[in-house]
């Protein structure tokens, strides 16, 4: 009903300047920020041995800061790599990406990555793990300050009684924890999580959802969040906006969701609102082509 | 816990026993049938206490064994010592540059098969010196497996761990410190004592040719032209025990580097 106008506007890349009351709900932010992620008519091909392989195509996204956005479809459609153009790790062989107003031409202090196997130094602990990374990355701040720096994150993610431990020595949901951590302690203004909970157990994955949403609203809601994801649920629960990409190649944006569901958000109640049960039947449908057997 | 870990030992020292007792009872064999041409055990420890009498005098015309054992070990020092320093930052370097490997791997294919008995009358040639031409021999022999295995472990550095790199923008230092030397060390070690294993080889051929000083001399000299086979069979077990001694010392290195991982 209220969030229908909002999608269809979205859809068409248009900005969604609906009267304010309609758009409280979804919108934090005032509707005259500047982007904080703006992606221009991206293609991102790849040459390999049997020609052009092209993963995205024409893909164009606008996202404000403070916006958690979750980018959703099935395996090879893509996301990872329209990820990888925000990060730099990628550079799009079409259009632009501009990050905080400025093209990205690669890695940068603004923009925070948690990968999907974590990508811990196994032969450093836990400290050094997120410090060598404030280390390289605030290159003009004092050693004093890096050591605080890596200290908070630490802090910030319960992981200080296990600074000295080898990543070896850790479980699974830990070694995501000092991953996130090592992203959140360069302090950018971007995070982007790549499938950063898909190894790990149901349970862990929930509490992991809860510490995210912690951490970022710690931070007064200030940092955004792209959320690369298989899972419909984690993407409701946590994003403002799910972005549904058809599959690749040449994958293009299907369908951009809204979650106007109000903040914090409670993992028991949630599934019983109505508002959650549209949105996880819409998305589902997007989504599945066979729901039962007799399908 | 403790009873557990002797008889571990246990049976090590029995493997062990087992093992020397075979060879022994073969060698005895061996002799016996070729009616001490290949002298036997006893007669080979006679001979032993003989030769370990005063090992390390070091007179002008008397060397004991001990000294010969030491001037020989110096050599394979310098040799791999100087072939370290070179194999292991070509190897990195190599295996971090795909273009550089492909230039370089034709001219380590080449190398690799000569044999030292040809590079030894080369280093003979160009250095007029027996002793630096045996170092010079152990250099070019022994830099190989350093040199591949330091390059294969550069190469196979994991994503994963480049994207760290990548991601959080390591400056080259800080990734050859914190990322390609951690990664690599247990390669660039699995290749040194291979190195070792080959530069002590190398040196007792060495020695054969070049006269002077040293083990394999003593194998040539005292042994086969002093007709003492028996001398030789005391050479042959001091330098298997030093080769031993050698490759189970970079064991333990590798154990204790690998455990900080």
Redesign the interface.
């Known amino acids: 009903m209220i969030a229908a106008p909002t999608t269809v506007l979205n859809t068409a890349g248009l900005d969604a300047t609906l009267p304010k009351s309609l758009v409280a709900k979804t919108n934090h932010t005032a509707t005259d920020t500047p982007l904080s992620i703006d992606i221009q008519n991206v293609t991102v091909s790849f040459k390999t041995n049997e020609g052009v392989y092209t993963a995205v195509k024409n893909i164009s996204l606008q996202v404000k800061k403070g916006e958690i956005i979750s980018l959703i479809g099935h395996s090879g459609c893509g996301k990872s790599t329209l990820m990888n153009t925000i990060?730099g790790?990628v550079s799009p062989s079409e259009g632009t990406v501009l990050a905080n107003q400025k093209k990205v031409t690669?890695?940068?202090?603004d923009r925070g990555?948690v990968?999907q196997?974590y990508?811990?130094?196994?032969?450093?602990t836990v400290y050094q793990n997120i410090f060598?990374?404030v280390?390289?990355?605030m290159k003009n701040k004092s050693k004093a300050d890096k050591i605080a720096l890596t200290e908070n994150g630490l802090k910030m993610v319960n992981l200080w009684p296990h600074k000295d431990k080898?990543p070896?020595q850790l479980s699974g949901g830990m070694k995501q924890r000092v991953a996130i951590a090592?992203a959140f302690s360069?302090n950018p203004s971007i995070l982007l999580l790549d499938e950063p909970f898909g190894a790990l157990d149901a349970l862990t994955k929930s509490a992991m959802h809860i510490e995210l949403l912690k951490l970022w609203n710690l931070d007064h809601r200030e940092k955004t969040i792209i959320l690369v994801t298989h899972d419909i649920e984690e993407a409701i629960f946590l994003s403002d906006r799910v972005v549904v990409l058809n599959n690749g190649p040449a994958a293009t944006i299907k369908e951009i969701v809204d979650v106007p569901l109000a903040r914090p958000r409670n993992k028991k109640d949630i599934v019983h609102d109505p508002e959650y049960m549209r949105i996880h039947d819409k998305l589902l449908g997007l989504l599945m082509h066979k729901l039962s057997i007799n399908d | 816990m403790k009873k557990v870990i002797s008889l571990q030992t246990l049976f090590a020292i029995l493997y062990f026993a087992l093992g020397m007792g075979l060879l022994l009872a073969a060698w005895a064999w061996v002799s016996h049938i070729t009616k001490n041409e290949v002298p036997s055990p006893s007669l080979t420890w006679k001979v032993f206490q003989e030769v370990m009498q005063s090992p390390f005098q070091n007179d002008a015309d008397v060397k004991g064994i001990g000294t010969k054992l030491l001037s020989s070990l110096g050599r394979v020092g310098i040799g791999f010592g100087l072939g370290s320093l070179l194999a292991v930052p070509l190897g990195l370097l190599l295996g971090s540059n795909i273009r550089l490997m492909n230039i370089f791997n034709p001219i380590i294919q080449i190398l690799k098969p000569v044999s030292p008995l040809a590079w030894f009358p080369l280093g003979l040639a160009i250095f007029k010196d027996s002793p630096k031409a045996s170092i010079f021999m152990i250099f070019i022999c022994c830099i190989w497996p350093t040199l591949i295995n330091t390059a294969m472990g550069a190469a196979s550095v994991p994503p994963d761990h480049k994207n760290v790199s990548k991601a959080f923008a390591f400056s080259p230092l800080k990734y050859i410190t914190k990322i390609l030397l951690p990664y690599t060390l247990p390669h660039i070690i699995t290749g040194l004592r291979l190195s070792i294993g080959v530069a002590w080889m190398v040196i007792v051929a060495g020695e054969m040719l070049s006269g002077g000083m040293g083990l394999g001399y003593f194998v040539w000299e005292e042994g086969f032209n002093g007709g003492s086979i028996e001398k030789i069979l005391v050479a042959i077990l001091i330098i298997g025990s030093v080769g031993l001694l050698l490759d189970k010392a970079f064991i333990a290195l590798e154990k204790k580097l690998s455990y900080a991982q």
């Open positions: 990060s790790m690669g890695p940068g202090p990555i990968f196997n990508s811990l130094l196994p032969w450093l060598v990374a280390d390289s990355v080898l070896g090592r360069i």
